[in-house]
C-alpha cells in the first residue's frame, strides 16, 4: 500500500498553490501595487539600507548566541554533546554550512518571507542526520487528509515532522504586509538619486509668449539639452522663461521622510533605530537600555520559535522533557547583570530563594552541601534554625553552631 509520501510525490510532480499568500493579502485588503510607483519584492526591498539593516541585525544576533542542548537528570543539568541533533545545531547541519550560516539562512528568510524551511533527513532510527535549508519559492503547503504536507520541487513531499519551519505572524512576509511603507522609503531613497544624479538640476520648462515653428523649437531645444549637460551657468535664449515643474528636496521634506521610513522600517521589525546606526537623541544610558529592548521584545522571541521547534522536530518524544534546547543569551544580557546580581542578593538575603534555586536559574549545578538551605541576615543560619538561635540566646547568651 502507497504511504502518505508516495501518493503526494506522484500527484505533485511541480509547484502547486502557494500557501494562501494572495488569499491572506485579499482578506486583509492588502494592494499588491504600491501607490508610490515602485515595485517593491522581498528583494528589491533589500536595496532600502534600514530594511537590510534591521535583517542583517535580527539574523545575525541570533546565530551569532551559543545554542546547546542539555539532558536534566534529576536536578543536574548537562550538555548533550553525545545526541545526534547536537552537532547539527551546534556545528554542521549540512555538508555545505556552518551552524551560523544555517540559522542565518533560516532566519533572513523567515524575516523576508515569512518563513524559513529547512529538510530534516532522518536515519532508520528515526534520529536527525543532516537539516537542508530549501528556498521559500520552492515550497508549497498542502493539506491532505488533515495533514500539512510541504511538496518541495526537485525533492518531493515532506511531511510536517520532517520539515523545520521558523516562521513570522500568521507566516505572512513583513515586507509584503507593509510594502506601501517600504515603497515611500524606496521612493525617496529614488528620489534622491535622481536629484543628485542630475547634480541638483530640477526639471523644468522654457516658457515663451512668442509663436515659434517647429524648426525653432527644437532647435532651442537642442541648444538647451546640450547646455544642460554641462556644469554652468546657463544662457536662457531671449523672450525665454524658464519654470521648473518638480519640487525641491526641501519642499518634499525630504530629509524627514526618509528619517520617518527608516523609524517606520526599525518598529516593523522592533529594532531599536541605534542599532541601526540611525541618529537619535540618545545617551549611554537610553542606548543601553534600547539593547536590553532589543533582547527581550525582539531577540528572545524568536529563540523561543526556534528552541521550540527543536524540541519537537529533533528531539523524539520519549526523550522529552528531559531533553530540551537552550539558547545562552547571558551575553545580550550583561548590561542588566548588576539588576540581576541585585535582585538575586535581595532575594537569597530574606530567605526567599536558596542558592541551588538560583544556581538553577542561571543553567548551573547545584552545590551538595548547604546549596537549598534559605538563609537570612541573623548570622546567614537556616531559616528553620531561629527559633534554636532565638532559645539559646535568651536562655544563656550563647550562640548556636550554624
Not at 527644437?218 to 522663461?241: E, H, R, Y
Not at 533582547?295 to 524568536?302: C, E, L, M, S, V
Not at 523561543?304 to 543569551?329: A, G, V, W
Amino acid at each position: 500500500m502507497a504511504t502518505l509520501t508516495d501518493r503526494l510525490s506522484a500527484l505533485f510532480r511541480y509547484r502547486v498553490g502557494k500557501f494562501n499568500s494572495q488569499t491572506l493579502e485579499a482578506e486583509l485588503g492588502i494592494n499588491p501595487l504600491v501607490r508610490s510607483g515602485v515595485n517593491i519584492t522581498e528583494t528589491s526591498a533589500l536595496a532600502i539600507s534600514t530594511v537590510y539593516a534591521c535583517i542583517n541585525k535580527i539574523a545575525s544576533t541570533i546565530s551569532s548566541l551559543d545554542l546547546e542542548l542539555y539532558v536534566r537528570d534529576g536536578r543536574n543539568i548537562e550538555v548533550a554533546n553525545q545526541h545526534p541533533a547536537y552537532d547539527l545545531i551546534t556545528s554542521a547541519p549540512n555538508e555545505h554550512q556552518n551552524a551560523f550560516d544555517f540559522w542565518e539562512t533560516l532566519m533572513s528568510s523567515a524575516l523576508m518571507y515569512g518563513c524559513g524551511y529547512a529538510i530534516i533527513e532522518r536515519n532508520t532510527r528515526g534520529y536527525a542526520e543532516r537539516l537542508v535549508p530549501v528556498s521559500y519559492y520552492d515550497v508549497d503547503i498542502k493539506d491532505v487528509d488533515g495533514e500539512r504536507v510541504y511538496v518541495i520541487r526537485d525533492y518531493g513531499a515532506v511531511t510536517q515532522d520532517n520539515m523545520l519551519e521558523i516562521s513570522c505572524m500568521n507566516k505572512m512576509s513583513p515586507i509584503r504586509l507593509h510594502r506601501e511603507n517600504m515603497g515611500l522609503a524606496k521612493a525617496a531613497q529614488d528620489f534622491g538619486s535622481e536629484y543628485f544624479g542630475q547634480k541638483g538640476q530640477m526639471t523644468g520648462v522654457l516658457a515663451s509668449d512668442q509663436p515659434l515653428r517647429k524648426e525653432q523649437m527644437d532647435v532651442i531645444q537642442n541648444s538647451w539639452n546640450q547646455s544642460a549637460m554641462n556644469a554652468g551657468t546657463k544662457l536662457l535664449p531671449f523672450g525665454f522663461k524658464y519654470q521648473r515643474i518638480t519640487i525641491t528636496p526641501d519642499e518634499a521634506q525630504f530629509i524627514e521622510t526618509r528619517k520617518f521610513q527608516a523609524e517606520e522600517i526599525c518598529r516593523i521589525y522592533s529594532v531599536p533605530t541605534s542599532l541601526v546606526q540611525l541618529p537619535s537623541q540618545t545617551t549611554f544610558n537610553n542606548v543601553e537600555q534600547q539593547n536590553l529592548q532589543f533582547a527581550r521584545h525582539t531577540i528572545a522571541p524568536w529563540a523561543k520559535r526556534i528552541e521550540q521547534e527543536i524540541d519537537r522536530k529533533l528531539i523524539q518524544s520519549f526523550e522529552r522533557p528531559e531533553l530540551y534546547s537552550r539558547f545562552n543569551m547571558n551575553d545580550l544580557y550583561r548590561g542588566d547583570l548588576a539588576t540581576r546580581t541585585n535582585f538575586y542578593q535581595q532575594m537569597l538575603q530574606s530567605g526567599v530563594m536558596s542558592i541551588n534555586e538560583v544556581r538553577a536559574k542561571e543553567q548551573m549545578n547545584p552545590i551538595e552541601n548547604g546549596g537549598d538551605a534559605h538563609l537570612v541576615q541573623i548570622n546567614q543560619i537556616a531559616l528553620d534554625r531561629i527559633n534554636e538561635y532565638s532559645d539559646k540566646v535568651s536562655n544563656d547568651g550563647g550562640q548556636p553552631t550554624v
